[in-house]
């Protein structure tokens, strides 16, 4: 713990797995208090058992990012069991690349669904909150793909760029807020489990060879945290150090 200056109340969407698993385990182990939300309650149970048996503090609610109540309910129970929230972590995102020809309309719209509309909705269910507290942090997680397009993600860096559109504009209008929006290169998860489009996914394949581990982005998102409160690191990219 000896970069944490205070422990902090932090939620974390899309926590059952890859990235959203790694950020909790290692701020948990660092002395912070999670709340963490997705629609695997299975895997949130087991992630908050195994981290609260080594003491640390763990809760876990059933969430569902493109259901705004249903964000706002997981914010409201932060309040209600800790009295503030200092940092929300929209993690929560999909990934059915594809190419545009194959319309896989369905897959757009349930990344539009998640990818953006879920970072609007945590950002709405928190905002109140840190305007009244007159602080707190809001990390939202886009893509190496929100810095430029690749074939088969014409669709999913379109939410990672509306990702990078958001905090931006959010840092801009609140002075009092911290806000971090981080690019991860291609990183170890269940991500490409879900891409259906067999071009997409022979193309990940090759993108898999130097994929970075979900460690490494949880570290740099413990860092971004765990920085002065008045020291904003507004964009943070992680790429592997070998490239294809």
């Avoid at 790694?22 to 709340?35: D, E, F, P």
């Avoid at 569902?64 to 069991?81: H, L, N, P, R």
């Avoid at 929209?90 to 545009?100: D, F, K, R, V």
């Avoid at 999913?156 to 929006?181: M, N």
């Amino acid at each position: 713990m000896s970069e944490v200056t205070r422990s902090k109340v932090i939620l974390v969407t899309g926590a059952s797995s890859g990235i959203g698993e790694s950020t909790v385990k290692t701020l948990a182990r660092q002395g912070h208090t999670l709340l963490i939300g997705a629609r695997r309650t299975d895997k949130l149970k087991t992630l908050a058992e195994e981290l609260n048996s080594e003491g640390f503090k763990v809760n876990y609610r059933l969430l569902d990012v493109t259901q705004k109540d249903s964000v706002q309910q997981f914010a409201d129970f932060a309040i209600k069991e800790y009295g503030r929230i200092d940092v929300i972590i929209n993690n929560a995102g999909i990934m059915p690349l594809s190419l545009m020809s194959s319309l896989k309309v369905n897959e757009w719209d349930a990344m539009i669904d998640v990818n953006i509309r879920g970072v609007l909705h945590g950002i709405a269910a928190v905002l109140p909150v840190m305007q009244q507290q007159g602080n707190g942090q809001i990390i939202n997680l886009s893509s190496i793909g929100g810095l430029y397009v690749v074939p088969t993600a014409a669709v999913y860096c379109a939410t990672k760029y509306a990702v990078r559109a958001i905090s931006d504009g959010l840092r801009q209008e609140h002075t009092e807020l911290r806000v971090t929006c981080v690019y991860p290169g291609v990183v170890e998860s269940e991500l490409a489990n879900t891409i259906t489009d067999p071009t997409a996914a022979k193309a990940m394949e090759s993108y898999r060879q130097i994929a970075l581990k979900p460690e490494a982005i949880a570290n740099a998102i413990a860092h971004v945290i765990n920085q002065p409160d008045d020291v904003d690191t507004s964009e943070i990219v992680i790429r592997p150090t070998v490239s294809l």
